[in-house]
């Protein structure tokens, strides 16, 4: 019918929060949105971003150290001091692995999560020491080489067993601070509800 206006009630009104309810997470999960603008469903960007700086902050440093201890790396010098940095890089991606992996449900994410900070942090630690070495003009012998893989493949290691044990931890809190229907209950009871 042209010309004739349409009752108000058939007008396309705008549609307001009321008519449509918060969907459950079933739907929300469903439907492709899994969180925050911003958050990725593999990646949880807050704990990878803490992980980065803890890892960068301590074994940028103790590789450092390593390196230009008396003006060459400390395990081309005798005695066996190189294993205290060694130590301390070790240590840093395993809390690091902790750290990524901390928030994640199960336990493929953590994988993924420890991925994410080990491959980048080791491969700019390395490219670092080959920066090193062509500045100094020291030569890059095959078993220089076999031990940057080596560091390359034990970083990923021992980030993920960090990351699981890091997501082991934060899930044992959780199920230990989540509250017991007895213990509701008795909240309940004493709050005279």
């Not at 942090?121 to 080959?130: C, E, P, S």
């Not at 980030?159 to 509701?184: E, F, I, K, Q």
Request: hydrophobic share 50%; net charge positive.
């Amino acid at each position: 019918m042209v010309g004739v206006p349409r009752p108000a009630s058939d007008a396309a009104a705008p549609v307001t929060p009321a008519q449509h309810p918060p969907q459950s997470e079933a739907e929300v999960s469903a439907s492709g949105d899994h969180g925050p603008p911003g958050t990725h469903p593999w990646i949880h960007f807050r704990s990878l971003s803490d992980a980065y700086l803890f890892t960068f902050i301590i074994s940028g440093p103790a590789t450092l150290w390593e390196s230009l201890w008396r003006g060459r790396p400390m395990i081309d010098q005798p005695g066996n001091l190189w294993i205290v940095p060694t130590v301390i890089v070790i240590l840093t991606f395993l809390v690091g692995g902790a750290i990524a992996g901390r928030r994640r449900q199960r336990p493929m994410g953590a994988v993924i999560q420890a991925l994410a900070l080990s491959i980048p942090v080791a491969t700019v630690l390395i490219l670092i020491d080959v920066a090193r070495r062509l500045i100094v003009n020291i030569p890059m012998f095959t078993p220089v080489i076999e031990l940057w893989i080596d560091a390359f493949v034990g970083a990923i290691i021992i980030a993920v067993l960090g990351a699981l044990g890091g997501r082991w931890l934060h899930l044992r809190r959780r199920r230990r601070s989540a509250p017991t229907m007895g213990t509701t209950l008795s909240r309940y009871a004493r709050d005279g509800g």
